[in-house]
């Protein structure tokens, strides 16, 4: 997962945005289907967001797999993990065409990790 993370990141801001496009094209249609209709900039930027966060749960998730023992220990691992990779996810950013590394995606991303790591301790309750 954290391969798949730093891949997309590595991507100029031209596949990115492509990428984005096509869900956001989809979703679009959908929503429209019940008389919706969607700013498209804004749409993408909520897709882009929500896969930033979905990405970094699913990171946690399987992050916490890996360890065993008290899950209080697991979470440290956890959290510094998901911080890192968020940092380093920005980071790679700085050198992708036409991308940036922003702190507010530091936090985004830092978000999937704290709600993957709370949907890893509801779920082994």
Same mark, same amino acid.
């Given at each position: 997962m954290t391969a798949f993370i730093f891949w997309n990141s590595a991507q100029p801001a +031209? /596949? *990115?945005s492509q990428s984005s @496009? *096509?869900? +956001?094209?989809?979703?679009?249609? /959908? /929503?429209?289907?019940? @008389?919706? %209709?969607?700013?498209?900039?804004l749409t993408e930027k909520i897709v882009r967001k929500t896969a930033h966060i979905t990405e970094f749960l699913v990171q946690a998730m399987l992050i916490a797999g890996c360890f065993s023992g008290k899950y209080r220990k697991r979470?440290? %691992?956890i959290l510094f993990l998901g911080l890192l990779t968020a940092c380093t996810d920005e980071y790679i950013q700085l050198f992708a065409d036409g991308r940036a590394g922003l702190i507010s995606d530091i936090f985004i991303d830092f978000g999937g990790t704290a709600l993957g790591t709370l949907a890893g301790r509801i779920s082994r309750r």
């Open positions: +031209v /596949l *990115s @496009g *096509s869900i +956001v094209a989809v979703l679009r249609r /959908l /929503l429209a289907n019940f @008389g919706i %209709y969607a700013d498209f900039g979470v440290v %691992y």
